[in-house]
């Protein structure tokens, strides 16, 4: 008899071209913290990993570890609030907006390397 193999949460991997322009949206404006850094030498591509409430997402410059334009579905609690504190840091590149869907309400918003975030904001079961 086996033991069942236990999974953790999923944590994807997003490629990056530009380390400024990835900091700039994922924590300056979107609010992630940096967890940590790695290159494997000074130049080498940038490989981090940043978190939010829970959310972690790992940030590649590497070639080969993601392709740009892949989504996130990030479930959201106060969808309005977190609309509203993006709204008043003025983000140059994006006024995202909440719109609704068969399951709820959504933010999607498109990174400056063609990945989508959906913040999405879940019905409940009373509707």
């Not at 959310?55 to 892949?70: F, I, N, Q, R």
């Not at 969808?79 to 309400?105: F, M, N």
Request: charged share 25%; net charge negative; glycine share 8%.
């Amino acid at each position: 008899m086996t033991d069942a193999p236990v999974l953790a949460r999923a944590v994807p991997v997003l490629r990056i071209f530009a380390e400024d322009l990835a900091r700039a949206f994922y924590v300056d404006w979107l609010g992630f913290a940096v967890d940590w850094e790695h290159r494997f030498h000074a130049g080498a591509p940038l490989y981090m990993q940043v978190t939010r409430s829970g959310v972690t997402l790992h940030l590649s410059e590497h070639h080969g570890d993601a392709c740009p334009g892949s989504t996130v579905f990030v479930p959201v609690e106060g969808l309005d609030a977190l609309h509203a504190e993006l709204g008043a840091k003025s983000y140059r590149y994006a006024r995202p907006g909440i719109e609704p869907v068969d399951w709820g309400r959504q933010m999607r918003i498109a990174d400056p390397f063609g990945n989508t975030l959906r913040f999405t904001e879940q019905r409940s079961g009373e509707d």
